[in-house]
């Protein structure tokens, strides 16, 4: 069985192919993603651990201020399982759209290109959040 490093492992989630790749006919690195699979699970990925970091401070806020509260003390779990469920529900969908297009148009994506789609969704999201509830005041 073939062990993996610490970094191996960072490398794998934190870019989708920041690891060169040795190529025979360029003398220069390839780190972008040209497959419909790499590209649509790169944007996802950003898409999931950006929502999480989103959504878990303010579950731990939530549980701080609403600790004494007799039937708010659930709201943390909530907020937790919508930063879960968001990028499962409608990040799916939006990054395979993302990177349909990118496949129909006959491009590479590069890898900061996935992280700045699956930051953007997250941070669209959040904004939208934001303007709904300014909404109802």
Known sequence: MEEYGESDIFQHLLGMNLVPRKNATHSYNDTSLGDFSEMWYGVFLWAAVSSLIFHLPASLLSFVALRQHKMARLMPIAILLMGIV?????????????????????????????????????????????LRVLATL
């Open 86 to 130: 968001g990028p499962v529900a409608g990040g799916v969908l939006t990054s395979a759209a993302i990177a349909g297009v990118y496949k129909a148009a006959g491009k590479r994506m590069i890898s900061l290109e996935a992280l700045v789609f699956g930051v953007g969704q997250s941070f669209l999201i959040l904004v939208i959040s934001f």
